[in-house]
């Protein structure tokens, strides 16, 4: 456990441990009959909620970082991006496969007959590209393009969190049905979208700045890893 801990940080093991556990536990249930009446819906709708929280999670790095000084929140960016594109890849096979059998004419019926389908199409399209270059040697070879790409996530986030709201069965405006954990959602990634301004940015690092000085002067300082 040691060896570990020295060559694994507790929040890396933390971020693979939680983005696996979806799939641990679909498959634990699905050994022991437990994965209810509809498995298949419970597969394609338990894996598109994670893909969006890993989604989330990814676009949460950057801000958590500018205002807490977490730096290896950075490093964990990229793995919990990937972890969002693998859930979403199997949420997609398990809709036009498992859901659809593969029958192309009837899946894009459905996909124009629900408008929401048609959303998370695009969001699934556009993380295509992301998650193929999202090594260190696309970065290199596309230069200044590789950020404007990746850029797309702020566009990418929103989408799916509408594709999923959209999805439920419930009415934002009379606030009625399964709204709560949509709602939650998007709040989330609008904060973020909003901290991510540069105005605000600047505003947040030096209310961080602040903070720090004054623990400084007081000499408690919070030690946080880098």
């Not at 709708?45 to 989604?55: F, M, Y």
């Not at 950075?74 to 997609?92: D, N």
């Not at 989408?159 to 934002?172: E, P, S, T």
Request: with cysteine; aromatic share 12%.
């Amino acid at each position: 456990m040691k060896n570990l801990f020295k060559r694994y940080t507790p929040l890396q093991i933390t971020a693979h441990a939680y983005a696996w556990s979806v799939l641990v536990l679909l498959l634990l249930e699905f050994l022991t009959d437990n994965l209810s009446v509809n498995p298949v819906q419970e597969l394609e709708q338990r894996t598109g909620r994670h893909a969006i929280t890993l989604l989330v999670l990814s676009l949460a790095c950057t801000p958590l970082n500018n205002i807490f000084g977490w730096r290896e929140l950075i490093k964990r960016r990229r793995a919990l991006g990937l972890y969002a594109f693998m859930y979403a890849t199997i949420h997609v096979i398990v809709f036009v496969h498992l859901d659809y059998g593969l029958a192309w004419s009837l899946i894009v019926q459905t996909v124009f007959e629900k408008p929401y389908i048609v959303i998370g199409l695009l969001a699934f399209l556009m993380l295509i590209p992301l998650a193929f270059t999202s090594f260190d040697i696309w970065k290199k070879r596309l230069g200044k393009t590789w950020k404007r790409l990746h850029q797309t996530v702020y566009l990418i986030a929103p989408l799916a969190v509408l594709h999923y709201a959209w999805g439920k069965k419930g009415d934002f405006f009379a606030l009625r049905g399964e709204i709560v954990r949509p709602l939650i959602y998007g709040l989330i990634v609008i904060l973020f979208l909003i901290v991510r301004i540069p105005q605000v940015r600047r505003a947040v690092a030096s209310a961080r700045d602040r903070v720090l000085i004054l623990f400084r002067r007081r000499g408690t300082l919070p030690q946080v890893n880098s």
